[in-house]
């Protein structure tokens, strides 16, 4: 049994060895085909600038929500081409009226916008349903209240869907951290973001024209949305849904990185806790719907998405869950076994055996100082001494709390599923 263990533990080594060299070999590779300097003062027309249905969904959200309509109102593009939707989600705070103080003031007075009071369910898949039955827009954006885009989001985002409106059903930009000098733990999930989306979005893209609707900061083609029943009111993550919706449709989610926006991220652990645990939870959920697509006639793209989410969120969290159950329950008893000679360890590897598992492990943490130091190096102000060593610090700290959530989120899941409880509510990120 130890045996088939040593050789599983290898062979998961590997495995995410290989998957991050080919990650990383795309990352650079668009880095490289994108360095030619962008003129944002003098940007060319459009082809034509598609009419535009911006949606807010907001539950709770005075604190933020005048920054990021302020900052849709400001968008460079024609103002007679954008609609904005503001719903203020059964909320019971003045999230409506903020809204209503920006309609009143004179510099926006030509801008087409509403601010609608829900009390409907599904959550922001049920705001997002309501907002398609009344959109007059031929792509609907959309904007979490607290994610304020930089003025030239929306053109990059067009510009990206008109360069093959056939296949791009969906284009989908970056999400930076506004609020990442904070704390330690801002700081890591800046750093987390910065990877995910310079090196993993960019190299996925590059090589197999696979993207992922994010929850924010991205515009999706009305009609399709249409045809393919709208958005999960039923998932805890409606963005990973409709991104496996529309590769179902044959349809392409197209990266327009330099289309971007600015988020709050969670500043305390609890408030950390709860977003993660509910992204876990839902992208759980979303690849068991789909794991089935292994084994039929499904798109390729399909097939290698559901692979890269069950190596990621199940093989790879089980293998280190095992190994540091295994490491804590070793270290007790070679602890014990000081004191009491006759008390051996669980598991005694080899020479040969423990310098193999040693080399493996620094090369793996070589690979992550690699492409975090890539994606901070190809990031406007991110490559600093100070998250050098924030990124050296958060591999033995920040990126355990991910296996701590997974274990909680997949528990829940399964309580939920045995008990037949299934509710689809909001999920209220605290905001500072």
């Not at 280190?320 to 590897?349: D, E, G, K, R």
């Not at 100070?386 to 997974?406: C, G, H, M, P």
Request: net charge neutral; glycine share 4%; proline share 3%.
């Amino acid at each position: 049994m130890i045996d088939w263990l040593y050789v599983i533990a290898i062979i998961t080594i590997w495995l995410s060895i290989v998957m991050t060299i080919i990650t990383i070999s795309g990352a650079v590779i668009f880095i490289f085909k994108h360095l030619h300097h962008t003129d944002i003062d003098n940007l060319p027309p459009l082809k034509r600038y598609p009419h535009v249905t911006l949606v807010v969904p907001a539950h709770n959200e005075e604190l933020v929500i005048q920054d990021t309509v302020r900052a849709i109102l400001h968008l460079n593009y024609p103002k007679d081409r954008v609609e904005l939707l503001v719903y203020a989600d059964n909320c019971n705070d003045e999230t409506a009226q903020r809204v209503r103080e920006l309609r009143q003031k004179p510099e926006f007075i030509n801008n087409n916008f509403r601010v609608i009071e829900r009390t409907g369910t599904g959550g922001k898949a049920g705001v997002l349903n309501d907002a398609l039955k009344i959109a007059t827009g031929e792509y609907i954006g959309v904007y979490d209240a607290d994610a304020a885009p930089e003025c030239n989001a929306l053109y990059f985002l067009i510009a990206k869907i008109l360069e093959d409106p056939e296949r791009y059903a969906a284009a989908f930009g970056r999400n930076k951290t506004r609020n990442y000098q904070q704390n330690f733990l801002s700081r890591c999930i800046n750093l987390e973001i910065v990877n995910t989306q310079r090196i993993q979005h960019t190299g996925l893209w590059q090589l197999f024209k696979i993207g992922r609707i994010p929850g924010t900061n991205f515009i999706i083609n009305k009609e399709i949305v249409q045809s393919i029943g709208g958005w999960n009111n039923g998932a805890l993550t409606e963005d990973t849904a409709i991104s496996f919706s529309l590769m179902h449709a044959g349809k392409l989610i197209a990266l327009a990185h330099r289309a971007e926006a600015f988020q709050q991220e969670p500043e305390t652990l609890f408030a950390y806790y709860n977003q993660r645990k509910r992204w876990a939870r839902g992208n759980y959920e979303v690849i068991l719907d789909n794991v089935k697509h292994l084994f039929d006639k499904t798109p390729w793209r399909i097939k290698l998405e559901v692979a890269y989410y069950l190596c990621t969120f199940f093989w790879f969290n089980a293998a280190i869950i095992i190994s540091n159950v295994i490491f804590v329950i070793n270290m007790s008893l070679a602890a014990v076994h000081v004191f009491y000679p006759q008390i051996q360890q669980l598991v005694s590897l080899s020479l040969p055996l423990s310098i193999l598992f040693m080399v493996n492990w620094f090369l793996m943490f070589f690979l992550y100082l690699l492409q975090m130091n890539i994606a901070l190096a190809s990031d406007y102000g991110q490559a600093t001494v100070k998250n050098f060593y924030y990124t050296l610090i958060s591999y033995f700290t920040y990126a355990q709390l991910f296996v701590v959530v997974s274990i909680v989120a997949i528990f829940d899941m399964l309580r939920d599923k045995i008990l037949g409880k299934h509710d689809t509510k909001w999920y209220k990120t605290q905001r500072f």
